[in-house]
Nanobody
């Protein structure tokens, strides 16, 4: 009933910025939270950042001060502004949302940080 569509992934040089977007569509009631996870090759999927309906945010320690999560409530969209990117940020980034009583995942967008 709910689809999450990510955009903005791609190739970026170390130190550069990139902004990811995730738009939720479908039968949307209350979006309790939206966030971003990532999974690098050979590693487990980990939470990068999330934002609740009340605006509270959480960040993985390694991205604090570099990444900023925000939302546009009217557009049911969450953003992840990534600055000062490092090669170790390379991963598939997945949008995540809790809508009503259910959880949803996007299909992922690849971010590659390389010279």
């Amino acid at each position: 009933q709910v689809q999450l569509v990510e955009s903005g992934g791609g190739l970026v040089q170390p130190g550069g910025p990139l902004r990811l977007s995730c738009a939720a569509s479908g039968s949307i009631g209350t979006i309790y939270l939206m966030g971003w996870y990532r999974q690098a090759p050979g590693k487990q999927r980990e939470l990068v950042a999330r934002i609740t309906s009340g605006g509270s945010t959480n960040y993985e320690d390694s991205v604090k001060g570099r990444f900023t999560i925000s939302r546009d409530v009217a557009k049911n969209t969450v953003y992840l502004q990534m600055n000062s990117l490092k090669p170790e940020d390379t991963a598939v980034y997945y949008c995540y949302a809790v809508v009503g009583t259910r959880s949803y995942w996007g299909k992922g967008t690849l971010v590659t940080v390389s010279s």
